[in-house]
């Protein structure tokens, strides 16, 4: 489509550029230029839309179907390059007076674009050299991908680390600057820690405030509260035995081994029996 168009159809808009599968025949000349005429079907519905190509103006016509968008604009207003008539062109041919004064007006329209058809041919001779300003375009081209390459592997192997899933954006100078100002550290040092558990370790009582079950600890704390009001009890200057604090020594074997034999030998002036005849051990006599 050579412009935009509004179908009569479906009364939808069709821009510029869509492609169509038209049909293409010669309906005539202009001088020696053949004028075609394409027939097409609208894609939204099953309207026929016509056009026809128009030399004398450089331009396409509709000749039914559709109707065009005006955005046309005077070429003299845009100071563009003007098509010259053909009946100028006769003109121009014929008569020697006319193409004389049609030379001086061209000549002082030369003068006025002078100054910008020498900026434009000064910005053409900056690229005239094709060969260097490709190298440098393709020289820029390679840097830029390779440090995108590094980025690109810096940006994975920071999501690798940190296990993260989301994309990364590039980084700036105020992140750099905010980043620098951080300062990451614990909110206790080593130091604090022990100290502080220390202080919780003195100031903690020996025994447990809370009724529960009499275990073993609650036991160890009855005895120890028990140890604590005899010491109260006890005078300042006596000093502690091992029956204050409630042990009980045992006996080893070989003590017990000893009492035995102690209690198995017999005394001085008493007849020694054997063991198992103590019915016939004979009575002592009485202590006159």
Known sequence: MPYNIWCDGCKNHIGMGVRYNAEKKKVGNYYTTPIYRFRMKCHLCVNYIEMQTDPANCDYVIVSGAQRKEERWDMEDNEQVLTTEHEKKQKLETDAMFRLEHGEADRSTLKKALPTLSHIQ?????????????????????????????????????????????????????????????????????????????????????????????????????????LAQNRRCAPVGSPITIEDLGIVRRRSREALENLRLAAETPKPGEPWVPEGNTQDRPASPPDC
């Open 122 to 226: 000064e910005a053409q001779s900056a690229w005239k050299d094709d060969f260097a300003l490709n190298s440098m375009l393709r020289k820029r081209f390679r840097e830029k991908k390779k440090a995108m390459q590094e980025e690109e592997e810096r940006d994975q192997a920071l999501q690798a680390k940190a296990s993260l899933a989301i994309p990364l954006v590039p980084e700036t100078e105020d992140d750099r600057k905010l980043a620098a100002l951080l300062k990451f550290h614990t909110l206790d040092s080593y130091e604090d820690k022990q100290k502080l558990k220390r202080t919780e370790i003195i100031s903690r009582s020996w025994f447990s405030s809370t009724p529960g079950p009499r275990t073993g600890s609650s036991k160890a704390g009855s005895v120890l509260k028990k």
